[in-house]
């Protein structure tokens, strides 16, 4: 008990549970992260954060990613798991589309790319002038996306952003979805032809509710993965993009913390993000919950 | 709880595995917090030297560096490196009796350098420079005052201060006292390529009106006046404070670097941002910038020559060397002024200098830290790194007529030699870490998404909140 429990805790303990103990106290003093004075101000940095609208805009992006990148990345690779696991011929059993290794392999390439190397590429891949995208997009004969900053402009910069994030994780949940529907009976499957269920039938009704714990726990990390995304903005906009429509709070800790000098409210702006993640796994367990999802430790 | 308790009450153990599930699957959602936690020791551990040994005070040791110890030095390991601060320090272990110092290079000062300061464990210099650097004000009750190593002699003899070029040490005063020494002149121009406007005719504007017709000009040739990139749309910025200073005289640089609440909207820098509203307006800035990354926007300017100007510090030249056109000849001219009557004269420039060495006070050895610093100010190290930089440092008279044949380095001094005691410089952008926000700002305003007048609202808007904010350290400026 000691060795196999104990020792583990203890290290969980000092290497998790203190530290983050410690950043809340932070959270309450105005510490400036470089003297050793660390005045106590109570609630303050929770009061000056409710009024920062800088903060507020980039918990508002944050909560945007929130909610758009884990449902984009649920869709479409549990769309495209379903393709490759009975989505194929009708002719004879239950199979996928032809070449379904090829597709299963390459689609997973992105997320064997480090996520600053996938910034950096598709930083380029959006540059006005010399990007891949506009080159397309021109070269097709649509001028008015010559020279068109799709990072630097309002309206399209986090859509661009999601867009990046979305291409990163789909092909690694759709293995993971793959492996789950290979988990079900294939005979649900062939019954269900038998009785005249089309693949979107099929999909909704026999490889969703048999994943459904393996979505569940999806969502969770995808949603984790879309409150931090730091790396992601911090390459494709340094600066939180235009307006600041891509800023995030992660990128507002790191600069509050280091070029301002303010580690204290950095670290408020930590616990309400962590506050924020809690309460969204929280929801997703609750709405599964209410669905009658069970198991979830499949993934 | 011993292994005999608890196998007699299996429930606590049920219990106990619940909180450990518990704690594994918060330990991802906790990222964001343990990322804020500090390693620092606190306040009572910290084994600062504060003031640490001295030695014996003479004329080659003025600092009085004890015999036996070690110089940390961290330096900035940036577009200029290390080896200047390596020459210095080899100078300096020649001429000291059994000192030895270290060099190291970092390029995450803050982040190296934070649980340092809080520990009492700083080094004895510190070059605070890049993206991630301090903001001095953060910092500058921990560090020593500099006036001593400027009013010493330098290593033939001659006191430092007044080797140096004017106004090059105001941006390093922080409440009263020389906190930082910043190594690096720096002026702050317009570049364009002399051999492209010599064939066109054009010549470099004196007024926003000459910078229209010159953007027309460059129209017709299917060109763009200027061209800019993300994260560093602040250099327009830099250009319109220039403007409006020389435009307004000295009031205007202290209005902006003291946040007053009316700065935004003072005659001179409305007229500045008028003109360029005009710039942006009638299509002279390169569309594009505010997705484009800020070398390639350069390279449009310096290799593809789509934009003839672009403003920039004198670290230009040294930056796009390897994305520069053949026989670019790249050479720089003042920023424009709004009107020829302005208070200051055309020829007066910005030389806010740049790579700000500063000593902290906790250090093992400050001493030490003074006396490397005294040796880089001194002529071989100052002439070594114009040599090998193709720079100047704020020692002046250390580049040669030829300028080593750099055309930008020749520019520079040309215009320091022109502007006379006609300069001026200013660091509030650095000082309150206000750059990723003006970014954003002046990215709207260059893609022509806002005007002027939305463009002095937001800057006025950051400029009022930071000033009433308790919690940031103000730094007068005077």
């Known amino acids: ?299 | 709880m011993s292994p005999l308790e608890s196998s007699r009450t299996p429930l606590q153990r049920r219990a106990f595995l619940k909180a450990v599930t518990a704690g594994a699957v918060v330990t991802p959602f906790g990222l964001s917090l343990a990322s804020c936690a500090a390693s620092g020791s606190g306040p009572d551990t910290g084994g600062g030297g504060g003031g640490g040994a001295t030695g014996e005070v003479s004329d080659a040791n003025p600092f009085g560096v004890a015999a036996g110890t070690t110089v940390e030095a961290v330096v900035f390991d940036g577009g200029y490196g290390t080896d200047y601060a390596s020459f210095a320090a080899a100078i300096v272990q020649e001429q000291l009796d059994d000192v030895t110092v270290d060099v190291v290079g970092s390029t995450q000062i803050a982040q190296q350098m934070q649980p340092r300061f809080v520990g009492g464990t700083p080094p004895d210099l510190l070059d605070n420079n890049g993206a991630n650097a301090i903001g001095l004000s953060t910092i500058a009750a921990q560090l020593e005052d500099l006036t001593e190593v400027v009013q010493a002699p330098n290593t033939e003899g001659t006191t430092i201060a007044d080797t140096l070029y004017p106004n090059v040490l105001g941006v390093g005063m922080y409440d009263g006292k020389l906190a930082a020494l910043n190594y690096v002149l720096t002026v702050y121009a317009l570049w364009y390529s002399e051999s492209l406007f010599e064939e066109n005719g054009w010549t470099a504007p004196q007024t926003w009106d000459e910078a229209l017709a010159l953007g027309a000009a460059a129209q017709e040739q299917g060109k763009y006046l200027f061209t800019w990139g993300r994260e560093a749309a602040s250099y327009y910025l830099t250009m319109a404070l220039d403007s409006a200073i020389k435009e307004g005289g000295d009031d205007v640089r202290l209005q902006m670097a003291n946040l007053q609440p009316d700065a935004w909207s003072g005659e001179a820098i409305t007229g500045v941002l008028a003109a360029m509203e005009q710039v942006v307006s009638r299509g002279y800035m390169r569309p594009g910038g505010a997705g484009t990354q800020f070398t390639q926007a350069q390279a449009q300017w310096s290799q593809a020559q789509e934009a003839l100007l672009y403003p920039s510090g004198s670290w230009i030249e040294n930056e796009m060397a390897d994305a520069t056109a053949e026989g670019f000849q790249m050479t720089g001219a003042p920023t424009p002024t709004v009107t020829s009557g302005s208070a200051l004269p055309y020829a007066a420039i910005n030389n806010t200098p740049n790579e700000p060495f500063v000593v902290p006070s906790q250090g093992q050895n400050p001493a030490g830290g003074k006396e490397v610093l005294r040796v880089m100010l001194s002529p071989e190290t100052a002439t070594e790194f114009a040599r090998t930089k193709l720079a100047s440092t704020i020692v002046a008279g250390t580049i040669p007529d030829d300028a080593f044949g750099s055309s930008a380095l020749a520019a520079q001094v040309a215009m320091l030699d022109a502007a006379g005691t006609d300069t001026f410089n200013y660091n509030f952008v650095q000082t309150y870490g206000m750059t990723q926000e003006v970014n954003g700002l002046w990215n709207s305003f260059l893609s022509g998404d806002s005007d002027a007048a939305t463009l002095a609202q937001g800057m006025q808007a950051m400029f009022d909140r930071i000033r009433e904010d308790d919690s940031v350290v103000k730094v007068e400026v005077s």
Request: proline content about 4%; hydrophobic content about 55%.
């Open chain 1, 1 to 299: 008990m000691v060795v196999f429990l104990g020792l583990p805790f203890a290290f969980y303990v000092v290497m998790v549970l203190y530290p983050f103990t410690q950043a809340t106290y932070y959270s309450l003093t105005a510490w400036t992260g470089f003297s050793a004075e660390q005045p106590f101000v109570g609630l303050g940095n929770y009061a000056r954060l409710a009024g920062d609208a800088r903060f507020l805009t980039a918990l508002g992006n944050s909560l945007t990613l929130l909610v758009v990148v884990p449902a984009l990345v649920m869709v479409a690779s549990f769309a495209l798991a379903c393709l490759l696991t009975f989505g194929g011929s009708t002719a004879g059993s239950v199979k996928g589309l032809r070449g379904t290794a090829f597709y299963r392999v390459v689609s997973f390439f992105p997320y064997v790319v480090p996520a600053i190397v996938i910034g950096i590429i598709w930083a380029q891949v959006y540059d006005p002038s010399g990007g891949l995208l506009n080159g397309v997009l021109t070269g097709v004969g649509l001028d008015r996306f010559t020279d068109f900053p799709w990072l630097g402009d309002v309206d399209t910069a986090m859509a661009a952003t999601i867009a990046v994030i979305v291409w990163a994780f789909v092909g690694f949940y759709m293995v993971l979805f793959v492996a789950s529907i290979q988990g079900i009976d294939p005979e649900l499957f062939e019954a269900a032809r038998l009785d005249g269920a089309g693949r979107v039938r099929s999909a909704l009704s026999i490889a969703l509710p048999g994943i459904a714990g393996s979505v569940r726990t999806a969502y969770v990390y995808m949603g984790i993965l879309a409150l931090d995304a730091f790396v992601y903005l911090q390459a494709l906009n340094p600066n939180g993009g235009p307006d600041s429509s891509t800023l995030v709070v992660t990128q507002q800790i790191f600069s509050t913390a280091f070029s301002q000098g303010q580690f204290g409210l950095a670290c408020a702006m930590g616990v309400v993000l962590a506050v924020v993640t809690l309460l969204f796994v929280g929801a997703v367990f609750g709405v599964a919950r209410l669905l009658g999802v069970r198991g979830g430790a499949r993934a």
